[in-house]
């Protein structure tokens, strides 16, 4: 059951730059996560906005949450090398699991 | 930090074998999740424990079983491994989610996954 799908899929910046990734979901939510995922490992947990934020901040993060359209942006400001990864949002709802998305691959070239 | 282990990163394993994958988490949490990674799919959840000896079928349970003996422990068991099994499997973990509206805002940990082939 894949709630939150991202996009764009893949996405190409120069070093710099600010690359700005959309979640959109179909259901209700308690809140929403973004997770990095760094090719062949694990994923890392980046930051959880609840359904009654409107935007959240962390270091050169920002994420926004608009229930009404089910949407959330990821937002990172001033883009480095080492931020290439893929990037997934999560959507929560009462009594289950993280509903993983198919995720945003970022590349950041220098 | 949290730190979710699981036991290997690499494991190459034949088709009909029974293959068991552990994960072992050190926050003493009561959640503990296995999710198959596969290009084009995302994250797709196969089990999910709440409490020891507790467990709940995700989304594609079909082929696996799991076993919670013991808290920090959640081992994720292919009983007759075939070749649409080979995939990168990620275990994860978290507090409940029955404490309340704050216990839900919280992440799922994760391990750096086992790349599992089946040949």
């Known amino acids: 059951s894949q709630q939150g799908e991202e996009d764009p899929q893949a996405l190409s910046i120069q070093e710099g730059e600010n690359a700005t990734m959309n979640c959109s979901y179909k259901t209700s939510i308690n809140n929403l996560q973004w997770y990095r995922q760094n090719s062949g490992r694990g994923l890392v947990h980046l930051i959880l906005i609840r359904s009654n934020e409107r935007e959240k901040h962390s270091g050169r993060l920002r994420v926004t949450l608009d229930t009404s359209k089910k949407s959330s942006s990821l937002l990172i400001t001033a883009s480095r090398a080492a931020d290439t990864a893929s990037y997934f949002c999560?959507?929560?709802?009462?009594?289950?699991?993280?509903?993983f998305g198919k995720g945003t691959t970022l590349s950041v070239s220098s | 930090d949290v730190k979710v282990t699981q036991s290997s990163r690499y494991l190459v394993k034949r088709t009909g074998e029974k293959v068991f994958l552990e994960c072992v988490q050190d926050?003493?949490?009561?959640?503990m999740f296995w999710y198959r990674q596969d290009p084009g799919l995302g994250l797709r959840l196969i089990y999910f424990?709440?409490?020891?000896?507790?467990?709940e079928k995700g989304d594609i349970p079909e082929g696996y079983s799991v076993s919670r003996e013991k808290k920090e422990r959640f081992s994720l068991i292919l009983e007759s491994a075939s070749t649409n099994q080979t995939s990168m499997y990620l275990c994860a973990s978290s507090v409940p989610w029955d404490r309340g509206f704050s216990s839900g805002n919280q992440p799922q940990h994760f391990g750096d996954g086992t790349r599992l082939s089946i040949l």
């Open positions: 999560a959507t929560k709802q009462a009594g289950t699991a993280l509903i």
């Open positions: 424990s709440y409490d020891v000896k507790m467990k």
């Open positions: 926050m003493d949490h009561e959640n």
